[in-house]
Structures are given as C-alpha cells and as structure tokens.
C-alpha cells in the first residue's frame, strides 16, 4: 500500500507563497488519484485539492486562482503551490490517495503546519 510523507508546511506573513510535497514510496502514485485536505482548528477536514493520473485537477474555490496542484510521476511526488496566502489558509494540510476508480480515500500523510499570519 502507498505511503504518503508531506513536507514544506511552515509559518509565513499574509501575501506570500509556500509548496507544500507529498512524496509516495511503497506503490506507483500512476494508480491513484492524490488529493490535498486541510483542517483547520475546531473545523472539519475539507479537499483542497485533487489531480487524477491524467493530470486532470480540481480546486475549491476559495483557493482557485491561488493554488496549484501538479504531480511528477517520475519521482513519485505531488505539489501544491500556494500563493497569496491568507490567514484562513491556515491549518494542517494532508496529502491522501485513493483508487481511480473508489470514492474512499485509502492512505494519508501525517500532515503539514502550515499558518499565516496577518
């Protein structure tokens, strides 16, 4: 099964940029679908992010025009670029994959810090 380790999280001002990876070892990240949650505190986790095989990607609108998510198969990694951050950005950011062809999320990181302050 795929196992997934983020890094990039960290702290930054209002305005400005973090990418945020997702390395994959285990399985070929070709047999998934990898996805970008976040959670902020006292909320729930909600999907940021998703790029299919085909590199087909979704974005939630409040990120849209912000946030890029991309993937390089050959080294197993997916990204999520982050630019003009803003406080409500803030929270733990977790990389998660599931099968083609399943709704069910099956793995996940252990999530990044990121927080933006005003």
């Known amino acids: 099964q795929v196992r997934l380790v983020e890094s990039g999280g960290g702290l930054v001002q209002t305005g400005e940029s973090l990418r945020l990876s997702c390395a994959a070892s285990?399985?070929?990240?070709?047999?998934?679908?990898l996805g970008w949650f976040r959670q902020a505190p006292g909320k729930e986790r909600e999907m940021v992010a998703t790029i299919t095989t085909y590199g087909a990607t979704y974005l939630m609108d409040s990120v849209t025009g912000r946030f890029a998510i991309s993937r390089d198969n050959d080294k197993n990694t997916v990204y999520l670029q982050m630019n003009s951050l803003k406080p409500e950005d803030t929270g733990i950011y977790y990389c998660g994959a599931r099968y083609i062809d399943s709704s069910q999320y099956l793995a996940w990181g252990q999530g990044a810090q990121v927080t933006v302050s005003q």
């Open positions: 285990g399985s070929d990240i070709l047999d998934y679908v």
